[in-house]
């Protein structure tokens, strides 16, 4: 498959492209609103995989062509982006292709982060709304750690929780996470569910504010 990562040049974006080109056969199209941008980052992502002795395939693209030519596309982008993100390619979308969301609403003080979500509910279902009647959307990523994800030398040993109305999509991409060594999915049901997953994200990160020896905290379900 080729997954498509719009932001790809921030943070959970270059995490995720990271494992997926060393952990997975799959072809990594990096997007941005400047491509220039995006094949910069590709160098240097291909650059410290090289290191590793991975012959990464990754490609950089402007957004909408990096979604025209994917099956997968995440919006690694913040929550406040996904919106304009979303109308910018919503033509290079379609029933085949699997939109995907690790984007949280957090508002923060001097306390923590907060859990705020928009008026749907949470940004997955606002990512449902704002898409293409057609496209199937999946809520995943939300609770990692993007320093825990875009180091290689760190093993991970974490889950992530997967929301989608389309038991097909929902499959397919429980499929693909797993492929990340040390990343197990699993299912939390339809899209309604989406806030209970997405309010975990502020959760890890206070526990990492307020505890030293947790820098990179996620979640394990046993």
Do not use: C, W
């Not at 609103?33 to 693209?61: H, S």
């Not at 320093?147 to 499929?175: F, H």
């Not at 996470?177 to 890890?204: F, Q, Y």
């Amino acid at each position: 498959m080729r997954i498509a990562l719009l932001g790809g040049t921030g943070d959970i974006g270059q995490g995720l492209a990271l494992r997926f080109a060393r952990d997975t056969d799959h072809e990594v199209l990096i997007g941005s609103r400047d491509p220039e941008k995006a094949r910069e980052a590709v160098d240097d992502y291909e650059a410290e995989l090289e290191e590793r002795g991975v012959d990464a395939n990754i490609k950089g693209f402007k957004n909408g062509m990096a979604a025209d030519r994917s099956d997968i596309v995440v919006l690694s982008v913040p929550p406040y982006h996904v919106g304009d993100t979303i109308e910018s390619v919503e033509d290079s979308l379609d029933a085949e292709t699997i939109l995907v969301t690790p984007a949280v609403g957090m508002k923060g003080d001097e306390d923590g982060l907060h859990y705020h979500p928009p008026g749907t509910g949470s940004v997955t279902e606002l990512v449902a709304e704002r898409a293409p009647d057609e496209v199937p959307v999946v809520g995943a990523f939300h609770n990692l750690a993007a320093d825990a994800l875009s180091n290689l030398d760190n093993d991970l040993d974490l889950d992530t929780l997967l929301v989608a109305d389309d038991d097909d999509a929902k499959e397919t991409l429980r499929n693909l996470t797993n492929e990340i060594e040390g990343l197990r999915a699993l299912d939390v049901g339809p899209l309604a569910n989406a806030a209970e997953v997405e309010s975990v994200t502020p959760l890890v990160i206070n526990i990492a504010k307020y505890n030293a020896d947790l820098h990179d905290v996620g979640v394990k379900f046993q």
